[in-house]
């Protein structure tokens, strides 16, 4: 009895020690399942193309052309992701544009706060400055910060913010963008800068210069009477203009103004939502 209690005793023993070395994975499953989570958009956003999918999407942040040069934190697909009042006000805005013979086109809509983060990182790393001679030629990338063109949290996040030009229809395609190509300044008259199918708006997009402000006085002419039609257009349709940026505007009132989501740019974040 003593040896076959002895041997029970040391089944007992091993049995728990093998329940112990199996539990240790799935204790851990969930940590390594909450590492692989992403977060989802909430249900009122939607993809801009499924509102109206006549607006042009040239998704600048997918791709290595802006002031990074490179593919930026986040943007896993070429889609405008924004709250659906947002979508909505842009759907009216391009449907009395298109009666006028112009298209919106937009270049950033929801930007997820990893984005952020790493414009954030960019512009503190003073040795990179790859695409300065395109995007901020006259501006010295120690005063980013200061002069407000990089900031820690951006509108965009919240969901309701987007980037956006005109183009005359029928839109011509626009050259793509080859890495190593030389720069031109995004304040060069419009056939020396880079190519682009939008309407001259005196500077390209993203331009980082006091010649972006909407009400710019230097900005004259036709050029000045294409950003009073963009601006004339989305501020009808409930969109208010950031006056340091033509390109800038911020349906209101916005559904999310304190909340600065991340989930990714991508129609994953936008499916299997509760």
């Known amino acids: 009895?003593?040896?076959?209690?002895?041997?029970?005793?040391g089944l007992a023993t091993t049995f728990a020690a093998l329940l112990a070395v199996t539990a240790v994975p799935a204790a851990s499953a969930p940590a390594t399942a909450q590492a692989r989570h992403e977060p989802r958009a909430p249900e009122d956003f939607v993809a801009l193309r499924g509102v109206d999918p006549t607006i042009i999407e040239e998704m600048r942040y997918v791709t290595a052309h802006n002031f990074v040069g490179e593919r930026v934190d986040g943007y896993r697909q070429p889609l405008?992701?924004?709250t659906r009042p947002a979508a909505e006000a842009l759907h009216l805005a391009q449907t009395r544009l298109l009666r006028q013979g112009y298209s919106?086109?937009?270049?950033?809509?929801?930007?997820?706060?990893?984005?952020?983060?790493?414009?954030?990182?960019w512009a503190e790393?003073?040795?990179?400055?790859?695409?300065?001679?395109?995007?901020y030629p006259d501006v010295d990338k120690t005063r980013l910060f200061a002069d407000g063109y990089i900031a820690e949290k951006s509108g965009h996040s919240r969901g309701s913010t987007?980037?956006?030009?005109?183009?005359?229809?029928?839109?011509?395609?626009?050259?793509?963008?080859?890495?190593?190509?030389?720069?031109?300044?995004?304040?060069?008259?419009?056939?020396?800068r880079f190519p682009d199918n939008s309407v001259d708006m005196g500077t390209g997009y993203d331009c980082f210069d006091t010649r972006s402000h909407t009400l710019d006085p230097r900005i004259?002419?036709?050029?000045?009477?294409?950003?009073?039609?963009?601006?004339?257009?989305?501020?009808?349709?409930?969109?208010?203009?950031?006056?340091?940026?033509?390109?800038?505007?911020t349906y209101k009132p916005e559904p999310y103004p304190d909340t600065y989501f991340d989930f990714p740019v991508s129609a994953k974040s936008l499916s299997g939502r509760r």
């Open 125 to 135: 790393d003073l040795d990179d400055q790859d695409m300065k001679a395109e995007f």
């Open 162 to 192: 987007v980037d956006l030009t005109l183009v005359r229809l029928p839109a011509k395609p626009t050259r793509p963008y080859h890495p190593g190509q030389p720069l031109v300044p995004c304040f060069a008259p419009k056939g020396e």
């Open 220 to 249: 004259e002419g036709v050029q000045r009477a294409n950003r009073l039609l963009l601006k004339d257009t989305l501020e009808e349709a409930g969109l208010v203009n950031l006056p340091e940026e033509w390109w800038h505007f």
């Open 1 to 9: 009895m003593t040896r076959l209690s002895a041997a029970l005793r």
């Open 104 to 121: 919106l086109k937009v270049y950033d809509c929801y930007r997820p706060q990893r984005a952020v983060d790493h414009f954030v990182r």
């Open 80 to 82: 405008c992701i924004l």
